[in-house]
C-alpha cells in the first residue's frame, strides 16, 4: 500500500479554496500501481459473487472498471444527468450548495445482482449516498460500497447507509 500512497499527489486548493484533491492520476499512470490497485480492490471482494461493479462518474469508472474487470463482472456507470442515452431512473440529493442528480439505465441492474458501488473518493458521502438509494430502488441481492481514498475527518460513513458494508484501501 506504500507504493500506492506514495503516488497520490495532494493539489491544494482545487477546485477551490482550502480544498486538499487527492489526485490519482499519478496513480493510475503507473502501471505497477495501476496493478495493485485493481488487484487489492478485487481481494476485497473474490468470495462474495459479485455480478455487477457500479462505479460513478467520472473518476469512479477507472477504478470500477479494473474492480469489475479482475472479478469478472459487469460494468455499469452512474453519470450526470442527460449523459445516458437510454431510459433512466434518476436520483437528487442534497450539496452544500443547491442540489445535484444522478442517474442510471433503467435495465442496468436486476434482482439477481451482487452489487459493489465504487468512486474514488469517500468524502461527505453525499454522493454515494445518492447512488446507493438509486442501486437499491431496483432491488439487487446485496449492495456493497468500495472506496480508494476515504478522507475520515469529513466523516462521510455517518451519511452512508447503517446496513451497507463500507470498504476502503487508504484511509486518511
Ligand atoms: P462527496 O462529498 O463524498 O459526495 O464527494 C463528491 C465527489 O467529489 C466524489 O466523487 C469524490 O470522489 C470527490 N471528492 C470530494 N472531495 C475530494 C478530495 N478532497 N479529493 C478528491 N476527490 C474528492
Redesign the pocket.
Known amino acids: 500500500m506504500e507504493y500506492i500512497k506514495k503516488r497520490i499527489r495532494d493539489v491544494y486548493d482545487f477546485p477551490s479554496k482550502g ?6 492520476t499519478t496513480v493510475f499512470k503507473d502501471p505497477r500501481a495501476l496493478h495493485i490497485i485493481g488487484w487489492d480492490l478485487s481481494q476485497l471482494y473474490r468470495d462474495k459473487g459479485v455480478t455487477k461493479v457500479v462505479g ?1 462518474e467520472s ?2 469508472f477507472i477504478g470500477g472498471s479494473i474492480l469489475a474487470f479482475e472479478l469478472g463482472a459487469g460494468f455499469v456507470p452512474v453519470r450526470k444527468p442527460g449523459k445516458l442515452p437510454a431510459d433512466t431512473l434518476k436520483m437528487s440529493y442534497q ?1 452544500e450548495y443547491g442540489t445535484d442528480t444522478i442517474e442510471i439505465h433503467r435495465d442496468a441492474i436486476t434482482e439477481d445482482d451482487v452489487v459493489v458501488l465504487h ?11 445518492a447512488a446507493y438509494e438509486l442501486v437499491k430502488s431496483m432491488n439487487p441481492k446485496k449492495i456493497y460500497i468500495n ?1 480508494i ?1 476515504e ?1 475520515s475527518a ?1 466523516n ?1 460513513r455517518s ?1 452512508l447507509p447503517a446496513d451497507a458494508e463500507v470498504s476502503s484501501l487508504i484511509t486518511y
Open positions: 480544498i486538499v484533491f487527492k489526485d490519482l460513478i473518476r469512479g450539496k468512486d474514488d473518493v469517500l468524502a461527505t458521502g453525499g454522493t454515494m449516498a472506496f481514498i478522507l469529513l462521510g451519511n
